[in-house]
Nanobody, 121 residues
Framework: QVQLVESGGGLVQDGGSLSLSCVAS????????MGWFRQAPGKQRELVAT???????KYADSVKGRFTISNNNAKNTVYLQMNNLKPEDTAVYYC???????????????WGQGTQVTVSS
């Protein structure tokens, strides 16, 4: 199994910055993609940003130019630097990993517990 633990959420004012981190641990053969999703109250979970193990990144249009995703493959860690935060960025942010726990096993998606990000106006 793969466990994901997020850290770094909190309360920030409009225009402020926050940095999130997520560490994957457990029985891991390969991690192919790590990323961040978010879910605001009453809304569906949505993609924020993803990064492959070869550093190919993808961002939601709403965060392009404000958020930066990065990783440290050796530490099975993904980061999300969030700048110029807006009240509409308020949500629970979830870390995800697309990973394989054995060399010939299936590739599955794993999720963290989530961390709250609140942006006040």
């Amino acid at each position: 199994q793969v466990q994901l633990v997020e850290s770094g959420g909190g309360l920030v004012q409009d225009g402020g910055s926050l940095s999130l981190s997520c560490v994957a641990s457990g029985t891991i053969s390969s991690i192919f993609v790590m990323g961040w999703f978010r879910q605001a109250p009453g809304k569906q979970r949505e993609l924020v940003a993803t990064i492959t193990r070869t550093d190919i990144t993808k961002y939601a249009d709403s965060v392009k130019g404000r958020f930066t995703i990065s990783n440290n493959n050796a530490k099975n860690t993904v980061y999300l630097q969030m700048n110029n935060l807006k009240p509409e960025d308020t949500a629970v942010y979830y870390c995800s990993a697309n990973a394989q726990i054995t060399r010939r096993g299936s590739v599955d998606d794993y999720w963290g517990q989530g961390t709250q990000v609140t942006v006040s106006s």
